[in-house]
């Protein structure tokens, strides 16, 4: 399960600089300024409580950036430590202007130091190739309004897919999800994969009898569908969902046009 759990965007590194800029450029004055505040209070009590917030912050931008989900982490520190550089801004701004002055340098010294890193990053991706912009949207709110209209209305069924959509089809509609990137729920996401990876008819249908799962939904060449195609046999599920040939036990089901949004699914209830 941890090959699968690794694919998790969570659990993915940074890897750009804009990227970084985005969600852990504050670092770049939170730590110069969490130093200069250990200098001030070399000898004084605040220094230990100093040194444990530039630690904190040095830890977790390092592993944020090999895995962003310590982003977070990273980020509470980052603005405890900005919230005093801005306080000392404001003291320093107030004591020497006055009037407008005063209010035109107090908001371009607090948006800099706040969020000025983060729009650097936003702007450069947002003026670089957006990768992926030819990718299926795979929108799951519309998919969701489909799924709780007849014949799905007030049924409980459960649905393979993607451990990317797992979450919001559990949020959005009654329905069950064999995979999520869910540390307890490892055996559903690798049952997952068997299923649509699977090239032997039989071990698939077998499986499916024994997860009792009713539906199954890909959106072929997304990014979220994307472990289920790498190093797949030929022939597999997947493979066979996404050419248009599904085995008899699977039926294409028809959706409306503007909620399929690349998405397709099929019942797999003649399996069980």
């Known amino acids: ?13 940074i ?32 220094f230990w409580a ?11 931008v390092a592993l944020a950036a090999a895995w962003v989900r310590w982003g977070v982490y990273a980020g ?16 320093l701004i107030s004591s020497r202007l006055s009037g407008a002055a005063r209010s035109f340098v107090m908001v371009a010294a607090i948006s800099t130091l706040a969020i000025g890193p983060a729009a650097v990053g936003i702007a450069t991706m947002a003026a670089g190739p957006q990768k992926g912009a030819d990718r299926p949207v795979c929108d799951m709110r519309a998919m969701a309004g489909f799924l709780n209209s007849p014949p799905w209305r007030g049924q409980s069924l459960i649905i393979a897919a ?27 996401l690798v ?14 249908k077998a499986l499916i009898r024994k997860r009792h799962v009713d539906l199954v939904l890909i959106c072929p060449g997304s990014v979220s569908d994307s472990y ?30 503007n909620p399929e949004s690349g998405f397709r699914l099929f019942d797999v209830s003649q399996a069980r």
């Open 1 to 13: 399960a941890l090959e699968y759990f690794q694919l998790a965007a969570e659990n993915a590194s």
């Open 228 to 257: 289920f195609v790498k190093d797949a046999p030929p022939g597999s599920l997947y493979e066979r969902l996404e050419s248009g040939d599904p085995p008899p036990w699977a039926s294409q089901v028809s959706l409306p046009e």
């Open 162 to 188: 993607s451990a990317d959509f797992g979450p919001q089809i559990l949020y959005r509609t009654p329905h069950r999800v064999l995979a999520t990137f869910h540390h307890r729920n490892g055996e559903g």
């Open 50 to 60: 100093w040194s444990l917030a530039a630690a904190a912050v040095a830890v977790h």
């Open 15 to 46: 890897g750009s600089l804009p990227r970084f800029m985005l969600y852990l450029g504050g670092a770049l004055f939170a730590l110069p300024w969490a130093l200069w505040r250990l200098r001030e209070e070399w000898g004084n009590g605040g």
């Open 76 to 91: 509470i520190f980052i603005s405890v430590i900005l919230g005093d550089a801005i306080a000392r801004a404001d003291r």
């Open 191 to 204: 049952d997952s994969v068997k299923i649509l990876k699977g090239g032997d008819g039989a071990s698939v």
